[in-house]
């Protein structure tokens, strides 16, 4: 009997447990959460800045640790674990560039890491400032009548 390569390819797949899946993202997600949490309190009280530049700094920091264990190679291995716990927040967007960057790294420093860089994040970016532009707009317009 002849089966065609997509019924093999499903019958060989791995099965995911979605719903397990889904407990490990919210956990260690919170568990980012908790750590950014953790961060700012740190910079508010112990280097006593306000508020509002504790988070900045809290912001900073979690982009340059992903950056760092990207380039080390340990954050692969987080994201397999944890899922989307971790490439929501903004620690995805600072994997996305990193790895873009670690990949074309050997093309040189404009013609590899400068094109491509942004070259999977780019289009949250993209979205993201037209959408806000959009919505921003509908707002206004709301706002006038």
């Not at 002849?2 to 260690?28: G, H, L, R």
């Not at 750590?35 to 340059?64: N, W």
């Amino acid at each position: 009997m002849k089966q065609s390569y997509q019924d093999i390819v499903k019958e060989n797949s791995p099965k995911e447990n979605v719903f397990m899946n889904a407990v490990i993202a919210f956990i260690t997600g919170g568990i980012m959460g908790i750590i950014g949490q953790f961060l700012i309190d740190f910079y508010s009280s112990i280097l006593e800045v306000s508020t509002k530049e504790a988070t900045v700094c809290m912001l900073v920091t979690l982009i340059f640790l992903t950056c760092l264990f990207t380039s080390l190679g340990f954050f692969d291995k987080f994201v397999n674990f944890c899922k989307c716990g971790l490439i929501i927040p903004i620690t995805g967007f600072a994997h996305a560039t990193m790895s873009a960057a670690l990949e074309y790294r050997k093309e040189g420093l404009v013609t590899g890491i400068g094109m491509n860089m942004l070259k999977l994040s780019g289009a949250v970016i993209i979205f993201g400032v037209v959408s806000s532009f959009i919505f921003s707009l509908i707002r206004m317009v709301v706002g006038l009548l």
